[in-house]
């Protein structure tokens, strides 16, 4: 099993220091499948963003409809990240990561949140060309300087765009230390190496169970 395989203990130091770069021809049929999902999915669900807005407006009146943060990209590059605003804008709470329960997180919040509904303004970063669908979780700049520091190889992670949702997403708890970042990182590293159409499929297939189950990670 791939979250079984621990960081420290991989020998072949060549297995991850030379991870390769998405070809052409991989490139272009991860755009295709971008657009195909992205376009259709954006227009289908603006109901269903529309009723969200509603819900944080009325759960968490102060702050913005959208949470808007920036992330690391491809080759490290900054963007402007969407998301449906899952937490509440006035309470003080000094942890970088968010914990179970946490008392930031409203209850349509938290619904969005196990359903993946928060992500789906993601979409239009998707179309824009800052993500893909599938790839390593977009990560807040703050937490990636220290990540570097403190995970070796985390860079790589940046050799391809962020994803919406990805094999880390699906297969691993929800982070909330170091020590998951790092277990995380196995899987999107696995993810690039092995990239294939067929884990692409896979990796949908699984997105949808965990939506419907409302399970997110």
């Known amino acids: 099993m791939i979250g079984s395989i621990q960081l420290e203990q991989k020998k072949d130091v060549n297995y991850l220091s030379k991870i390769p770069r998405y070809n052409p021809l991989t490139y272009i049929l991860k755009r295709v499948i ?6 259709p999915l954006l227009i289908i669900s603006s109901p269903l963003i529309l009723y969200s807005a ?5 759960e968490s009146p102060d702050g913005d409809v959208f949470f808007k943060q920036l992330r690391v990209g491809q080759n490290n590059k900054n963007f402007i990240c969407y998301k449906l605003r899952s937490m509440r804008t006035n309470i003080d709470y000094n942890h970088k990561y968010t914990q179970e329960n ?16 928060d992500e789906l ?3 239009w970063n998707v179309i ?16 990636v300087e220290h990540y570097e520091k403190e995970i070796q190889y985390y860079n790589l992670r940046h050799l391809i765009k962020p ?3 990805g094999l880390a997403q699906v ?3 929800y982070g909330a230390n170091l020590e998951d970042t790092k277990q995380k990182l196995i899987y999107d590293l696995y993810y690039i ?3 294939s159409l067929w884990l692409e499929i896979t990796i949908i297939l699984e997105t949808i169970i965990v939506m419907i189950r409302a399970k997110g990670k």
């Open 34 to 39: 971008d657009y195909s999902i992205s376009l």
């Open 102 to 117: 946490d008392p930031r997180v409203f209850r349509w919040g938290d619904f969005m949140r196990k359903s993946r509904i």
């Open 163 to 165: 994803g919406i949702t």
């Open 54 to 58: 509603y819900k944080i407006k009325k």
């Open 121 to 123: 303004p993601q979409l």
């Open 128 to 143: 824009k060309g800052d993500m893909h669908i599938i790839g390593p979780r977009a990560e807040w700049d703050e937490l």
């Open 171 to 173: 297969r691993y708890k």
């Open 193 to 195: 190496k092995n990239w």
